[in-house]
């Protein structure tokens, strides 16, 4: 169960990285 925790929270903390990443840098493309 903990693992599975871990698991998701990476998988969070990775995706809204990523994501946040993506929109500032298509963000700074359209400005």
């Known amino acids: 169960k903990l693992i599975q925790i871990?698991?998701?929270l990476s998988?969070?903390?990775a995706a809204s990285s990523?994501?946040?990443s993506f929109f500032s840098?298509?963000?700074g493309a359209v400005v």
């Open 6 to 8: 871990v698991f998701g």
């Open 11 to 13: 998988i969070a903390f």
């Open 18 to 20: 990523f994501f946040l």
């Open 25 to 27: 840098f298509s963000g």
